[in-house]
């Protein structure tokens, strides 16, 4: 599977939107864009995946770059409850593994 | 829906003992179910795999006689840790993806051991 590397962390003010980047540019054309996040000691929570399209949920939006070496992951209006670590991780191919990396510790600020 | 669950959510065990915690799928079927751990302001590490009725694929470093997993159905799995030892402390996470939508991944709300 394709590496991952995010900041290791980022703060963002309540109401406004957070910006989470994610480089992984070993990423191969089979290969799709997960995230998840992991509020503190609780199981990780899925997001929104995609492959080369930008996607959109009710949670968040996930802008891939045309070349898919990089993405973001767009919380529109965060709010304290998304205080977490998030999870940029590529998976495809055979398997179904999630193999996580070090994540984004997001601090959402009052 | 989809809804996975953890039990015990926490247990504390003197050292030497066995430990079995349980994963179960409550609203789905899962063929594949995974074992995570994570110790304290790291990432989650994926332990092994494993589907129903057959033997569970370790990741390497994993000790397989240690850490024992049965997926006897298409809703449990179990993880046994062995003669935990104090350094077995730790949170440990399991995952199932449903028979029917294989690239989808759904996390049990994990389980605190603390190995005495």
């Known amino acids: 599977d394709a590496k991952t590397t995010q900041p290791p962390s980022m703060d963002c003010a309540e109401g406004r939107a957070a910006n989470l980047p994610c480089n992984h540019s070993t990423i191969s054309g089979n290969e799709y864009v997960y995230w998840y996040r992991q509020i503190h000691s609780q199981g990780p929570q899925y997001i929104i995946h995609?492959?080369?399209n930008n996607e959109t949920n009710e949670m968040a939006s996930l802008i891939i770059t045309e070349d898919r070496k990089s993405s973001t992951l767009i919380l529109p209006h965060a709010t304290l409850r998304d205080t977490a670590v998030y999870y940029c991780i590529v998976r495809g191919g055979a398997t179904n593994k999630l193999i996580f990396g070090t994540g984004t510790l997001l601090a959402v600020q009052p | 829906g989809a809804v996975v669950s953890q039990h015990p959510s926490w247990v504390i065990c003197k050292s030497g003992t066995s430990v079995k915690i349980e994963c179960r799928s409550l609203d789905f079927q899962a063929t594949t179910m995974f074992w995570y751990r994570q110790f304290p302001k790291q990432s989650l590490m994926l332990m092994a795999t494993s589907n129903e009725g057959s033997k569970a694929t370790y990741e390497q470093g994993v000790e397989k006689d240690k850490f024992l997993i049965n997926h006897a159905s298409l809703t449990l799995s179990t993880l046994t840790v062995t003669s935990a030892h104090p350094e077995d402390s730790s949170f440990y996470i399991c995952s199932a993806s449903p028979a029917t939508s294989y690239n989808e991944q759904f996390f049990g709300p994990g389980t605190r051991l603390t190995v005495l």
């Open positions: 995609g492959l080369k």
